[in-house]
């Protein structure tokens, strides 16, 4: 089955499994049904460059022109920790090459970018898991080259 652009043009993952990574599925697909909830269009999910580089989230937010790239992160309760505190300068590094590739890769110029953080706090079979969107989380750094 051939996907449509711009999913033809990324590797996606095979599907979860251990089960640590069925959670994390579950968690990218609760955030991304809270982000719709509030007018985000979803263009893709799990895209990956090589083995290294993974966005969870590709969004295009209700303001117009704005990119945002999203990681999830998925808890079964808060006492494994916070979410930015998983989101260390090495995880910030990994999500900037996977955004500049992914712009490079579509040829899209948008007007501005954004890295949200999701957290999500359950576990499948939840009825109500805890989900925090946290905005504009961090930027992309130092020392990448933009399409524009």
Partial sequence: MKLPWPFSLFRTSTGPRTEAQRIGAWGETRAADLLRKKGYKLLGQNVRFGSRCELDLVVRSPAPDVLVFVEVKTRRS??????????????????????????????????????????????????????????NAFSLGPGYRLPY
């Fill in 78 to 135: 808060e006492n494994y920790g916070r979410p930015m505190a998983a989101v260390d300068r090495h995880k910030r590094r990994s999500l900037g090459r996977a955004a500049a590739r992914y712009l490079n890769r579509i040829k899209a110029k948008p007007a501005h970018i954004r890295f949200d953080v999701v957290e999500v706090v359950g576990q499948p079979g939840d009825k109500n898991p805890v989900i925090r969107h946290i905005e």
